[in-house]
């Protein structure tokens, strides 16, 4: 006999999961005691949404599902946050939630919510499983539906007594048979043909580099088209890190934060390949006004993505991986050279901004010289606010990856996410950048860090202000600040102090560099807190 | 511009809420919409009729299309046959109930119920004689409505 619970466990061990990152509850309790017989390991989290952000960061470095636990009720709701945040940036995530017992459910008793109902619109698919004999078959859709396709998060919600019920054996479908759901990956010839059309006439031709290239291993292809084309390359946030900063034809990110160079080039193309980049509007903020003057280009996987934001003139529907290898096959040199000379000169032209200091470390000088000091593959997960904006324009990528999140934005995402990382392949550098803000958000997981003894590396931009709405306030609202100067902020060094992990505190450019290296070579956990003048600004 | 949408989806709990959370989150607006199974047990049909250009009904059609209990969508235009069931209570007094009924036989609606003071109708038909039909009603002063909203299917195989 195996119960509901350790069906879940065998499911998970099925699909080769080697990780989960939750929080129990009563509600979970039975999946928990099943994974004590199990070689799957759990990582204890102290907040829940914050299991889905390690879960999403897991995600993102291993290339499959990442999985969190939680139990029902608010370690429900808490994932809520982590759900939605995947869900943007489409990372493949399955979370598995306990529910009150089936003859409870809808008497609102204690710990109840209706967290299929609540994820409704920040998932990718829900369940709400009614009975132990679906869960290999729920489980193995599950895996299937967030890694396949446009992938994303899939909520599994089980209630306590599904989970204790006992069935006489444990069977794991072998195949997926959802006839609902069949992602199309080869791309129409037809319209690939198109585009090679399009590429041979085109004069001012840009390859937009977004998520969708990273999600699907996909770099290669996009550098071996590049190369074959001639074609320049810039990127959205969710795509940096795929070209090299170095390479002649990487421009950099585009936006309303991006590099001016990248800008210029995607504003005079008279082409631009969409590749799996969903047109956000912090990235193109006025897609007509563009879509007038280039012809467009779109590849994606998700077909509600094409012509959403943008008018497409050549769409094309599939694997962003098998298209881009495709069409570097096909292509031609494009007749682009004397454009290709035009945006190279911009890219020249083109000076970061911020020079170290003395009085203060100037973040954008010091990510710069970081850059330099880490290693080629290193991961860096990034903070949205101005850390974020410091980290996606200033740090050179090489062969690393840029971990953010993109999409929603959520706050306090960089130091669980890393983790995640680390835990992924910890043989890689990994590099969490929070503002002081953003880390108190997630500061508890300092404990997770500790009690799984990950060396993650974390620099903290400390201005003690909310830099990004105080850079808002200033040019909308005439600098009247309100709710944005962090009172009250605690002592980090002593804080990390008491947590039992290394932290220094930079008060210049030429310090934080010493004590950059410093923690680039250490064995153990380190957080670098950087002072930062309040007025620096995000470019 | 007026849409009407069929949507075969899988016969499950939950599917009705997900597709209507869908319409609600992403701004489309629905007319009416109407449930029910079809020769398959296991599949329903959704009949969606709604408002918006050609870019939004794209867009619908494209984001039901992504919902993994969503089977099959389809878009139906003039090749299609469309009706609606309307049930309908007009005040009516015994001197009018000639005219009522004369209304009913005209329209080919049947007489339902009738109460010393009103008439139930049922009426069942395209959306538009429906409309009609309540136009014509309403000098005698409509008590009460249920109209089941269009069910649709294509013409010819």
Redesign the interface.
């Known amino acids: 006999m195996v119960t509901g619970a350790e069906i879940i466990v065998k499911c998970l061990e099925a699909e080769g999961v080697e990780i989960v990152f939750g929080y129990p509850g009563v509600a979970i309790c039975p999946f928990y005691d099943a994974l004590y017989d199990s070689p799957i390991r759990n990582v204890l989290v102290r907040t829940e949404q914050n299991a889905a952000h390690m879960a999403s960061g897991y995600a993102r470095v291993s290339g499959r599902p990442g999985v969190c636990v939680a139990t029902s009720g608010p370690g429900a709701t808490n994932l809520i946050t982590g759900i939605a945040t995947a869900y943007m940036d489409s990372i493949p995530l399955v979370a598995i939630t306990g529910q009150v017992n089936l003859e409870q459910l809808g008497r609102d008793v204690f710990q109840e919510a209706d967290i299929t109902g609540a994820c409704e619109s920040f998932t990718k698919h829900s369940y709400l499983v009614k009975a132990a004999e679906d869960l290999p078959r729920v489980l193995k859709e599950a895996f299937h539906i967030a890694a396949t396709g446009r992938p994303g998060p899939v909520l599994i919600d089980v209630p306590q007594d599904i989970q204790e019920q006992r069935l006489p054996a444990f069977l794991y479908p072998e195949r997926v048979e959802i006839r609902s759901y069949k992602p199309r990956t080869a791309g129409h010839p037809m319209q690939v043909k198109r585009a090679l059309e399009a590429i041979e006439t085109a004069r001012r031709p840009v390859i937009c580099c977004g998520g969708g290239v990273v999600l699907a291993n996909a770099r290669e292809e996009l550098l071996a088209f590049a190369k074959a084309s001639g074609i320049p390359v810039v990127s959205t946030m969710m795509g940096t890190g795929v070209a090299p900063m170095e390479d002649p034809l990487y421009l950099g990110m585009i936006g309303n934060f991006g590099r001016s160079c990248a800008n210029r080039a995607i504003g005079e193309a008279d082409l631009i390949l969409l590749c799996g980049a969903r047109v956000g509007d912090r990235a193109i903020s006025a897609p007509n006004q563009i879509a007038e003057q280039a012809k467009v280009i779109h590849i994606d996987i998700d077909p509600a993505e094409i012509g959403k934001n943008m008018r497409v003139d050549i769409p094309i529907v599939g694997d962003i991986k098998t298209l881009l290898s495709a069409l570097a096959e096909k292509v031609e040199p494009a007749n682009c050279e004397e454009w290709a000379r035009q945006v190279r000169r911009y890219k020249s032209e083109f000076v970061p901004r911020g020079e170290p200091r003395a009085d203060f470390v100037e973040p954008r000088a010091f990510l710069r010289d970081l850059s330099a000091q880490m290693e080629p593959d290193a991961v860096l997960a990034a903070d949205p606010g101005q850390s974020q904006i410091w980290a996606a324009v200033n740090f050179s990528q090489r062969e690393g990856r840029f971990l953010t999140s993109g999409g929603l934005g959520t706050m306090g995402y960089a130091l669980p996410a890393a983790l995640g990382a680390k835990l992924a392949k910890p043989g890689r550098q990994v590099v969490a950048v929070c503002g002081d803000g953003a880390f108190q958000m997630s500061m508890c997981e300092l404990a997770t860090v500790q009690a799984t003894h990950v060396p993650l590396k974390v620099i903290v931009f400390d201005n003690r202000r909310l830099g990004m709405v105080r850079e808002y306030q200033n040019k909308r609202y005439r600098g009247r600040h309100i709710g944005t100067h962090m009172a009250g902020n605690p002592n980090f060094v002593l804080l990390c102090k008491a947590y039992g992990i290394p932290c220094a505190l930079a008060e210049n450019n030429e310090r934080a560099r010493e004590l950059a290296a410093e923690m680039l070579s250490c064995k153990t956990p380190y957080v670098l807190v950087c002072r930062v003048d309040p007025e620096t600004p995000s470019l | 511009m007026k849409y009407t949408l069929s949507v075969l989806?899988?016969n499950q709990?939950?599917v009705l809420?997900?597709v209507v959370?869908?319409f609600s989150?992403r701004g489309y607006n629905i007319d009416s919409l109407a449930v029910g199974t079809t020769e398959d047990p296991a599949v329903s049909r959704m009949t969606i009729v709604g408002q918006g250009d050609d870019?939004i009904l794209?867009?619908v059609e494209?984001?039901l299309?992504?919902m993994?209990?969503?089977?099959?969508v389809r878009s139906l235009g003039a090749g299609s046959v469309s009706a609606e069931l309307l049930l309908i209570k007009v005040g009516c007094e015994p001197q009018n109930f000639g005219e009522i009924h004369q209304i009913a036989t005209m329209m080919k609606a049947e007489v339902e119920d009738v109460s010393r003071s009103a008439v139930t109708l049922k009426f069942a038909g395209e959306h538009e004689k429906c409309e009609t039909l309540c136009g014509l009603l309403r000098p005698y002063g409509i008590r009460e409505i249920a109209r089941t909203g269009v069910i649709a299917l294509e013409r010819g195989t």
């Open positions: 989806v899988e709990p939950g809420s997900k959370s869908l989150r870019r794209e867009q494209k984001q299309n992504k993994i209990p969503v089977i099959k």
